[in-house]
């Protein structure tokens, strides 16, 4: 059982005061015994010195000196004369005394041979009776009395118990004093309590602390109490804005403490710091230890200098770096992305373009075909084999209306696509099986490390063209014999931070990877033209990533190939 505040005080004092007053008692019962005893052995010590007396006069008859003698003395005193050798001379209680054993060494012959007399309180060997013994040293012998350690004597050395009734009663009168005392600073201790713990149920007005010094320090605990409250409520409202505005920053903002210690960050600052840094990872304290962000270490090791700024071009993104240092020696470090304007616009003036370009070398191929049909005279074989390409012509063209109508669908009327729970594995199994062919013709192996049963809200359509233009871009550019790994590196609360790379060539100038995934863009003319495609998968890629509130980025890899970051929300349709 728990005990209170009062209780425990209580138990306190009063197991205190309780070991006190056992002390006194012990030490008071002690000393009175031994005052008692120290008198007795006087007493003993005067009989010796009386018999001493008599003897020394008439040595020739020991024993009819003491038997006249022992009239004067108690009855029950017994008298033993014992030579300087520890024989036997005389006893009085005993009629046969030539027969005792040497009585060298008794505790009191051995105390009164070192100091002239002794005392010991034990049984005796010849009549099994237990005595005080009282010895004390002549000349030439030992004169030694004893009393029998009776009842009777027993009550004679016990301690006069009015002092431990004395005690007794002034004890319980303590302890009452001690318990009124505990009870009152129990109360008040209760009441600060009961405050503390009910404090949003109760009004200060309301409390009701003693009118002493410790009520004052209740009031005065109380008032303080309540003002820190509010204020703690106050501070947490503005922190929960604070967090909720960092989160819908379209900038990556990461808080480090005075020891450089990441307190805070928010998804998009791992995302650029992904970008950026050689290696991918969760953790956003590798800022403070990559290459890339020298000049930044170099500020955050010193303090004269508040606000640093510089830009970092990396993967073909210009990113802009900020930090202040603030008065309490902490920081803050804020990632952007300052290429996004820029790319917008490039897009919109390319696009009309782009779109007359694609069409013209399919459209331009297959009235070519057609003309040499209608206008030549060719054998059935030759008729055969220009139609043939006509017909791939116009796959392809379906291909590239169907991506761009996916794409004006995507931007134009997203509301039309059904979310339902989608198996990201089992739509890898289906990718893979599409590809089977040039996998196994190119030697290329392909492989996950994703969560058991890793499921989203999303639109299955667009989820299977992510990952289907993903490896389609990896396939066709890659090279041979190379490796596609998917993973998921991070999850918090709403998303899931994927990682698709290969381990192929990559791309040679990094300031074509800002401009991957616009419409039509192509790094390679020739290349793009000899392997297919209709320019609009990667665009198509990021598109499904924006549908389901994701960001997505490319970067070379250290070790070669190409790797997209991106991050899919585990329920597209869920309000932040």
């Not at 009550?155 to 004890?171: E, G, Q, S, V």
């Not at 003309?371 to 030549?376: F, G, H, M, P, S």
Request: aromatic letters at 12%; hydrophobic letters at 40%; proline letters at 2%.
């Amino acid at each position: 059982m728990k005990l209170d505040y009062r209780q425990r005080l209580f138990l306190y004092f009063g197991l205190l005061f309780t070991f006190f007053t056992a002390g006194i008692i012990v030490f008071e019962q002690v000393r009175e015994r031994n005052y008692k005893t120290q008198a007795l052995i006087e007493r003993l010590e005067n009989y010796t010195d009386i018999i001493q007396v008599a003897i020394a006069d008439n040595q020739d008859s020991v024993a009819s000196t003491i038997n006249q003698l022992q009239k004067l003395l108690p009855n029950e005193l017994r008298i033993t004369i014992i030579d300087k050798e520890g024989e036997i001379l005389y006893d009085n209680f005993i009629d046969d005394y030539s027969n005792l054993t040497n009585h060298k060494d008794r505790p009191e012959i051995i105390e009164a041979q070192q100091t002239g007399k002794g005392s010991d309180i034990r049984q005796s060997i010849s009549d099994k009776h237990k005595y005080l013994y009282f010895a004390k040293k002549t000349d030439a012998k030992f004169v030694r009395v004893a009393l029998l350690y009776n009842i009777r004597l027993q009550n004679f050395l016990k301690p006069d118990n009015a002092f431990l009734y004395f005690i007794l009663l002034f004890f319980a009168v303590f302890i009452f004093f001690i318990h009124i005392t505990t009870k009152r600073i129990g109360n008040t201790v209760k009441q600060l309590r009961d405050y503390v713990l009910n404090s949003d149920k109760h009004d200060l007005a309301q409390l009701n602390f003693p009118n002493n010094e410790i009520g004052e320090i209740g009031s005065k605990i109380a008032d303080n109490y309540f003002k820190l409250k509010e204020s703690q409520k106050t501070i947490l409202m503005e922190k929960q804005k604070l967090l909720q505005h960092i989160q819908v920053l379209e900038e990556g903002i990461c808080f480090l403490s005075t020891e450089h210690k990441v307190e805070y960050h928010n998804g998009l600052f791992i995302q650029y710091l992904n970008t950026i840094a050689d290696e991918a990872s969760s953790d956003p304290s590798i800022i403070l230890r990559d290459e890339n962000f020298k000049e930044l270490q170099s500020f955050l090791a010193q303090d004269k200098e508040y606000y640093f700024e510089q830009t970092i071009s990396k993967q073909g993104k210009i990113f802009a770096v900020r930090s202040n240092l603030f008065e309490d020696g902490s920081y803050e470090v804020i990632l952007n992305d300052i290429t996004k304007q820029e790319k917008t616009k490039q897009l919109k003036q390319e696009m009309t373009g782009n779109i007359a370009h694609e069409l013209r070398t399919p459209i331009t191929s297959v009235r070519g075909y057609l003309e040499t049909v209608l206008n030549q005279p060719l054998s059935d074989e030759k008729k055969q084999y220009f139609i043939e390409r006509a017909f791939q012509q116009t796959i392809a063209l379906s291909e590239l209306i169907q991506d761009m109508s996916l794409i004006t669908k995507m931007e134009e009327a997203p509301n039309l696509f059904a979310i339902e729970k989608i198996n990201i594995e089992e739509l890898l199994e289906k990718v893979k099986k599409e590809f089977s062919v040039q996998l196994a013709e190119k030697k290329i192996e392909i492989g996950w490390q994703l969560p058991k049963k890793l499921e989203l809200m999303g639109n299955e359509n667009l989820l299977y063209s992510l990952f289907r233009n993903l490896t389609d871009n990896a396939v066709r550019y890659g090279g041979e014999n190379l490796n596609i790994n998917i993973s998921v590196y991070k999850e918090d609360a709403d998303f899931y931070y994927f990682s698709f790379y290969d381990t192929g060539i990559g791309v040679k100038n990094e300031s074509h990877l800002n401009r991957i995934f616009e419409r039509f863009f192509r790094i390679s003319e020739g290349r793009t033209r000899d392997n297919g495609g209709t320019g609009l998968g990667l665009s198509i890629v990021k598109n499904a990533v924006l549908f389901h509130k994701g960001t997505i980025s490319v970067k070379n890899r250290k070790e070669g190939g190409l790797e997209f970051l991106f991050t899919l929300k585990k329920d597209c349709k869920k309000i932040d």
